[in-house]
């Protein structure tokens, strides 16, 4: 069965530092991968996904997540926090399921930057 | 073009109620899902719509949760005789058919039961 870890609830970063956000996994087959990030009060929003290719994948407002199928990882980063960043973030995870595809998502990591 | 809405934002209710919940898709999404997020909790899979297949009902809490899809479009999410714990905000997600197509999310409602 497919499963993702998110180790932090919280991430704490200054503005202007970078940042990561940690997501791992468990798939027994190929693993398609999604960050999504939920400001207050909304619903989720698409961040980026890796299907296959390149293991840095390149998204939205910034961020980046390098794919790393030794590790079994697909940490979220971003060069320079901002302010605005502050928000939950959510890794999924996604195989082929007996005829369903149906995402598995982490427990989610809070983002704050400080000013 | 739209996203995905959903209806209504909020609802309180008393408990031992019925409530039914609003999804739209994306028009020309084949797949639909429904999530429950509790506070300090993830997402929890309810339900999941693929065009004319049989839904898969395996996130389901109990049989007072119920999802009909009418017409491979709009989407209501029905909770029967709610208690206090099914309190959370509850998302509609819609695709297309492929796994890697990604999901757009609806706003959420957000349930109270007093």
């Known amino acids: 069965a497919q499963s993702v870890a998110q180790p932090e609830d919280q991430v704490n970063v200054a503005e202007g530092n970078p940042l990561t956000v940690k997501c791992t996994y468990s798939v027994s087959g190929n693993p398609y991968l999604f960050w999504y990030v939920q400001y207050p009060n909304r619903g989720l929003q698409f961040l980026l996904k890796?299907?296959?290719?390149?293991?840095l994948v390149k998204g939205s407002y910034g961020f980046e997540a390098e794919f790393n199928k030794s590790q079994t990882s697909f940490h979220l980063k971003k060069p320079s926090a901002l302010v605005s960043d502050s928000a939950l973030y959510f890794c999924?995870?996604?195989?082929?399921?007996?005829?369903?595809?149906?995402?598995?998502f982490g427990r989610g990591t809070s983002l704050i930057v400080h000013p | 073009g739209a996203g995905v809405s959903q209806s209504p934002s909020n609802k309180v209710t008393e408990k031992g109620k019925d409530v039914e919940l609003r999804c739209d898709p994306i028009?020309?999404?084949?797949?639909l899902y429904w999530y429950r997020q509790s506070l300090g909790q993830g997402l929890e899979f309810l339900i999941y719509?693929?065009?004319?297949?049989?839904?898969?009902k395996s996130g389901l809490p109990s049989d007072r949760f119920s999802a009909e899809r009418t017409g491979g479009s709009v989407s209501t999410l029905t909770i029967q005789r709610t208690q206090q714990e099914d309190s959370a905000v509850y998302l509609c997600?819609?695709?297309?058919?492929?796994?890697?197509?990604?999901?757009?999310f609806g706003p959420g409602t957000r349930l109270t039961v007093l």
């Open positions: 999924a995870v996604r195989e082929w399921t007996g005829g369903s595809y149906i995402p598995t």
């Open positions: 028009s020309g999404h084949t797949a």
């Open positions: 890796y299907i296959t290719g390149d293991n």
């Open positions: 719509f693929q065009g004319n297949s049989a839904p898969d």
């Open positions: 997600a819609s695709s297309s058919a492929g796994a890697t197509d990604t999901q757009y």
